[in-house]
Every structure is written in C-alpha cells, then in structure tokens.
C-alpha cells in the first residue's frame, strides 16, 4: 500500500465550523477526502463565549470529518480572527559574514528575529511575522535574499498580533475536542490562499473576507501582506437588522436572507413580495422583496463604507489597482458586488475556492474560502506529513504538519 500526504484545516467561525482532511496528489493538486460541518455554537465575533458549546460543534465535526476520510484527526491547523487582532509593520537588522559567501536562511531568521523585537500591548503574542521586502546594504526592494552577496541585511515585515487569552480560549476549545492545534493562521491570510490570482497578488489587491460576525481585511502588494486589519460588523449584523426592522425570529430573518436577499436594492422589482412568519402572528404575512433588500444593502454600505476608511487610514487604498476579492458567507448574497464598487470606487469580484476535487459539493461557495485556503498553506509549503493509509476500523494517529506563511509564523511558546 502506498503513503499520501495528509493535511487538516479546522475553520471554527462565528456561523459554522467546518473541518477538510485534503490529500496532496502527486501532481500537487489537491483532493478533498474528509468534510465535517456543523453548525457554530458559542463563538461570538470571532471570539469564544461559550467553551462547552464551541468544544461540542468542534467534536461533531471531527466526528463528520473522520467518518468521511477514514483517517483519525489529532492535529489541525485552525484559523483565528475577531476584534482582538491587531498589526503592526516593523524592521529587523542583521549583519552578514562577508567570508561565509551568500545569505543563507539563517541570516533571514536572524533579521526576522530582529523585527519581531517590538514593544507589545499587555496580554498580547505575535501570530505571523510576513517579510516584506528586503534592503541589501542599501539596495531596496529585494523579494528573495537568499543566495545573494551583502554585509548587511535589512527586512521591513509585517507583524500580526492576538489577544493571548482569546488565543487560549480558542486553543482550549479546539484541544477539549481531541485535536492539536499546529498553528493558528488569521482568517483573510487562508482566504487570500484560496482566492487570489498571482496577477491580483503582485499588483495589489484587498481581500475582504465578510463572515457573521466579523469583517477580515488583508492587503497584499507585490506578492506579499502589507496590511491586516478585522472589522466587528459582519453578516449576522444584517440577519439582525433584517429580524429588528420587519418584527422576525432571528432564523426566520436569516432564512429570508439567504433565500431572497439582494444588496442593491434598485435591482430588485418593485412588486416582488416575500412570505414570513413574524412574531405575534397567527399566519404567515408578506413583506416587499425591495423593502429587505434596502434593508440589507444600508448595512453592507456601512460594511464596504469601514473597509475603505480602514485602507484609508493604512495609506495603501490609492496602490490597489485590482481593487478589492469579496469573499466569506455574506459574499454570496447577490448585488454585493455592485454595492462594494459603489461604495468604494474600486474594482471588485466575489471570489469562491478554485480548481478543487474529491468532496467538494458543500464547498463551492464564497463561505468555504477560509476553510479552503487553510489546506492551500500544507500544498503550497511542502511540509505535510507523508503517512501510510490503514483500513477504517484502524485509523493512523496524528495527522499533521508545521505551515509556513510566504516567511515565517512566530514559533509556538
């Protein structure tokens, strides 16, 4: 029997938590073997409130997972966002030892180490640090040092930055459920993984991942992440607004949403009705398609009104010239499109995981990029662990791997 490269991605969202076992073919290709989705319970924002209920929705969807791949999961690389992430850019220097030759990896890890020694905020740990861009004893805009002659290495980098205990509840969620988190990777990274095109990456793009409860924006410029920022407002924000204005149960206001929503209203005909079922009502009623459709695009123009103030406020709205990748569980609704090049006079597409086989039915959609772009990380880096497949009722342990993001991740304490 032969070996395969196994690789796990859990994406515990606001909304839903969604666990891939993927195979890495010999072509490199990747192939969907495992799937487990469940419905998420006690995440708030992209933040754990309830542990019982976040470790409960985590387990039935290794359960799921493990039944569908035939293998046992010990071991996952997790996304992570919420209000609690933060970044910061920064410059690492090192000296070179000019009878040594060229620049090796250990003189990039010496600069990146360098970089990382900033002042953090009180409960705070460093997630990623992604390089920038290089200076060679003066020369900037290096992509690649190594192999290269200098006597001094300079690195501008991109540090991102979690609340520690938000980092531990999660941790403990995910460890409570019976796996090993390897790595946490901050949700638009993974998406940017699934999504992007190489021509997006090197000429500058925003990808906007909108999930229920929060709005995740990294840009990248020249192939890697300049910028990254999470937004509190997201599509549970508009089930609300939907469930507050027209008097619904929040399932019922999310069901309409799904099923009817649009955010452009103008697009919407004017006699088009949609039957509820309201709160204090005996039969059903119906409301105008237009009148939720306003409803909606009021909160997504806010949504793409707080994206563009934060490029504002970053410096780089104005190096975007493939405007803005609109992805995440929200990007399905139609007219979102049209709404985001209104509102922020750039280019824009709604963008879904590519180029997938094996069990992709459920995820052709804009909500499984995170979950997608998480498995893209193992393929893209090499590093998943070749192991030897056993039959079902003897499923093999620990299937893991140690990502990499275009540089380096901060090394686990």
């Known amino acids: 029997m032969g070996t395969e ?109 360098s970089a990382r020694a900033v002042a953090l905020p009180h409960n705070a740990e460093i997630l990623h640090i992604v390089p920038r861009t290089y200076t060679l004893d003066g020369q900037e805009g290096v992509r690649n040092p190594l192999g290269l002659h200098a006597f001094r290495l300079e690195v501008e980098a991109h540090i991102i930055t979690a609340a520690t205990s938000s980092v ?81 149960p929040f399932d019922e206001a999310e069901r309409i949403k799904i099923e009817y929503g649009h955010a452009d209203a103008s697009a919407v005909d004017r006699d088009d009705l949609v039957t509820v079922e309201s709160f204090g009502e005996d039969f059903a009623t119906q409301v105008l398609r237009r ?40 990007a399905a609704l139609p007219g979102i499109r049209e709404t985001a090049r209104r509102v922020m006079n750039l280019p824009a597409r709604v963008a879904k995981p590519e180029g997938l086989t094996g069990l992709v039915d459920k995820l052709n959609s804009p909500a499984f990029s995170t979950s997608v772009g998480l498995l893209h990380f193992a393929r893209q880096t090499g590093l998943a662990e070749t192991i030897t497949p056993r039959p079902q009722r003897s499923r093999p342990n620990a299937i893991k791997w140690l990502g990499q993001l275009w540089g380096k991740l901060a090394p686990e304490e």
């Not at 387990?59 to 035939?70: C, M, V």
């Not at 409803?295 to 803005?324: C, H, N, W």
């Open 5 to 113: 490269q196994i690789i796990v991605g859990l994406d515990v969202g606001t909304t839903k938590v969604c666990l891939l076992v993927g195979e890495i073919q010999e072509d490199g290709d990747l192939r969907i073997i495992g799937v487990g989705l469940e419905h998420s319970q006690g995440m708030s924002r992209g933040a754990v409130s309830d542990i019982g209920l976040v470790t409960e929705a985590i387990r039935s969807a290794k359960k799921q997972a493990e039944r569908t791949s035939g293998y046992e999961i010990s071991r996952a690389l997790v996304s992570i966002a919420g209000q609690h992430i933060s970044s910061i850019n920064s410059r690492g220097v090192t000296g070179l030892n000019a009878n040594r030759g060229v620049i090796t990896q250990a003189d990039v890890d010496r600069a990146l180490d």
């Open 168 to 248: 531990q509840n999660l941790e403990k969620g995910v460890k409570d459920a019976g796996i090993m988190v390897d790595r946490f990777v901050l949700n638009p990274l993974a998406s940017a993984q699934a999504t992007l095109t190489e021509s997006e990456r090197e000429s500058g793009v925003a990808v906007v991942d909108i999930g229920g409860g929060t709005t995740d924006l990294a840009v990248l410029i020249g192939g890697t992440v300049w910028h990254t920022s999470v937004i509190a407002v997201g599509g549970n924000h508009v089930t609300s607004d939907i469930a507050h204005v027209l008097h619904l």
């Open 291 to 330: 009148d939720l459709a306003s409803i909606i695009e009021a909160r997504a123009d806010e949504i793409f009104m707080l994206v563009l103030q934060e490029l504002k406020r970053s410096g780089y709205d104005g190096l975007l010239p493939a405007g803005t990748v609109i992805t995440g569980g929200t």
